[in-house]
């Protein structure tokens, strides 16, 4: 599974963020910056940069958040109430993950909260770039 986070096409700048799993069970943020502004700043046409959760690690992930709480509203309240009295609290799967990070982190600024919102969360995690 594929989704967008965030993209901008300009005539100076081309911005794009997706996450993905891929078929050996990680997780990939993945962000291309190119463009006349970037190779302004980046001495290159292209810029990409790179989250990746392992395996192991995004089980991690799925099991922090089945256990965390989507906010303060009334109906994640009442929710997480059912869940707990039913013991019946659902797993997350990675597509569940997935639609996670697109619910929360679609934006241009979606990498670095991402990246901290991981280590809050003490998943672990690799960051990289490209050029």
Known sequence: MKKTLYELKTERIWIKIDVYDTPDGRIVVHGHDSGKTVQELMDN?????????KK??????TEKLSAKKEGNTIEGVVQNLIEKLSSKRKKKTIEDVINWFAK?????EAIFEIKEELKDMDVDFTFSTWR
């Open 104 to 108: 929360h982190f679609s934006h241009h």
């Open 56 to 61: 192991e690690a995004v089980q991690d992930l």
């Open 45 to 53: 046409y292209d810029y990409e940069y790179f989250i990746e959760i």
